[in-house]
């Protein structure tokens, strides 16, 4: 059985995954409200600045380390759709946004350690970004649950 790394970035399908994500976020960033959201949406300007396809390019860089942290729901998914014999995008979907808060973590995990490596504004950024990182993340995963199902059937 494919793994969800070989899923995801199938080279048929991962532009299309790419775009998706890409808007996911982009309506995530659009969505937020209060003053936390004022350095949400000035860091995420200030990325598009820098470079406008920043998004996208992050996402499909780290698809595979993405699609790696979220490979064991993505396990227990297919074994939970088997032992049902539901549908594997909607058992995957359901599991992921129960998930919510593990499936954060293992995203951070990966956007943690790249972060470490960058330098200049977009380290200070993602930084000052982070604390309330997880919270954001968790809110945007069952998006990110309905995002991803349609490439696992």
């Known amino acids: 059985m494919a793994t969800l790394v070989e899923i995801l970035t199938r080279?048929?399908?991962r532009p299309q995954v790419v775009r998706a994500c890409a808007s996911l976020i982009d309506a995530e960033v659009k969505s937020k409200t209060g003053l936390s959201a004022l350095a949400i949406k000035a860091g995420y300007k200030l990325v598009a600045a820098i470079r406008p396809t920043m998004v996208a390019d992050v996402v499909d860089r780290l698809l595979p380390e993405f699609a790696a942290a979220m490979e064991p729901v993505f396990v227990e998914s297919?074994?939970?759709?088997?032992?049902?014999?539901?549908?594997?995008?909607?058992?995957?979907?359901?599991?992921?946004?129960?998930?919510?808060?593990?499936?954060?973590?293992?995203?951070?995990?990966?956007?943690?350690?790249?972060?470490?490596?960058?330098?200049?504004?977009?380290?200070?950024?993602?930084?000052?970004?982070?604390?309330s990182a997880e919270a954001h993340v968790r809110i945007a995963v069952p998006g990110l649950a309905r995002t991803l199902a349609p490439f696992v059937a």
Do not use: I, N
């Open 11 to 13: 080279e048929e399908v």
């Open 78 to 131: 297919r074994e939970q759709a088997a032992r049902a014999g539901a549908p594997l995008p909607e058992v995957f979907a359901a599991h992921v946004t129960t998930e919510a808060p593990r499936v954060a973590q293992a995203l951070l995990t990966v956007t943690d350690r790249r972060a470490a490596k960058a330098s200049g504004p977009l380290r200070k950024t993602y930084d000052r970004l982070r604390d």
